[in-house]
């Protein structure tokens, strides 16, 4: 900025009160200015969303005026830590202007924190904060910092339900390809885990496991089945087998004489108790098996994948 002062006055042998006064003028408005721009700064009132300031004595808002402001603790007045929303100041009292950032853009929720200095100058129409971070900046900080957590591959997981399609996870990062990964499947670690080991395939990774299996004769434990005589005489059948017994058949004759009968593997025969017959199927065969449910408790969240 330019300095008012005109060295040329007064003249030389005919200085006029009015020409020292006018300079003297100049300089103390330069002076002002300069100390508002260092020992000067005020300090902040009101809110961080409606920020007020004095200055002694106090400037008149005009083009390219420039301060600087001290932001002090206005977390109680404001209800909570930094701005949220776009934020004005008010000088001595007067208008409210609403502060950009030196791109002429908003300032974001958050910027305006305790223990800050503003320096601002007026641009005829809005308070401008020459050291703040330009959107354009701030934009390009965010996707550097995004594209170094999320490079090509990586996972990303959420359960904001807005990021529910590739394009609307591409439009909050601002960057790369997504798609969606892992549908209807938990994710296992790359390794050995002591019983399998787990490798990761090309591109999209090794799969496995089943949401529901259903049990063979093989998968079953031995165990046993228990059938009630025909009459009022005691019998049992046990088909839990043995090393050498297949089924074995415990019976009461009526006379409280107790014998038992054991089929052995090795026979195709049926013990001949003269009961009635009950047949078992132990392989499925006489009726619908169920498959079971062989998933963890889980809870569905959202896994998308940066492929490019």
Same mark, same amino acid.
């Given at each position: 900025m330019a300095s008012i002062i005109d060295p040329t006055k007064p003249t030389s042998g005919s200085a006029l009160t009015s020409d020292v006064r006018s300079n003297f003028g100049n300089a103390k408005t330069e002076i002002e200015s300069s100390l508002r721009l260092h020992k000067?700064?005020? #300090?902040?009132?009101?809110? =961080?969303? %409606?920020?007020?300031a004095s200055y002694a004595p106090s400037?008149?808002?005009a083009d390219k005026i420039r301060v600087l402001l001290k932001v002090p603790d206005l977390d109680s007045a404001s209800g909570g830590t930094g701005n949220t929303a776009?934020?004005?100041?008010?000088?001595?009292?007067?208008?409210?202007k609403t502060i950009k950032r030196q791109d002429g853009s908003a300032i974001v929720d958050g910027q305006i924190k305790k223990g800050m200095y503003l320096d601002l100058v007026y641009d005829g129409t809005n308070w401008i904060w020459?050291?703040?971070?330009?959107?354009?900046?701030?934009?390009?900080?965010?996707?550097? #910092?995004?594209?170094?957590? =999320?490079? %090509?591959q990586s996972i990303y997981i959420t359960a904001n339900p807005a990021h529910n399609t590739a394009g609307n996870v591409a439009t909050f990062f601002g960057f790369g390809t997504w798609a969606a990964h892992g549908e209807g499947r938990i994710l296992v670690g790359v390794g050995n885990n002591g019983t399998n080991t787990y490798a990761f395939g090309a591109g999209t990774g090794t799969t496995g496991g089943n949401d529901n299996v259903t049990l063979t004769t093989e998968n079953m434990a031995p165990h046993r089945h228990q059938t009630a005589g025909d009459d009022a005489n005691e019998q049992s059948i046990d088909t839990r087998p043995t090393a050498t017994t297949?089924?074995?058949?415990?019976?009461?004759?009526?006379?409280?004489?107790?014998g038992s009968y054991h089929l052995a593997r090795s026979s195709l025969g049926e013990p001949d108790i003269n009961r009635t017959s009950t047949t078992m199927d132990n392989d499925g065969g006489s009726f619908t098996q169920t498959p079971v449910d062989n998933r963890s408790a889980f809870q569905v969240v959202y896994m998308w994948r940066r492929t490019a």
């Open positions: 000067d700064a005020a #300090t902040a009132a009101g809110t =961080y969303n %409606t920020l007020t400037p008149t808002l776009e934020s004005t100041l008010s000088i001595g009292g007067g208008s409210a020459l050291d703040s971070v330009s959107s354009v900046v701030a934009e390009d900080i965010k996707i550097i #910092t995004l594209k170094a957590l =999320y490079p %090509t297949f089924m074995s058949v415990t019976g009461d004759d009526g006379d409280n004489s107790r």
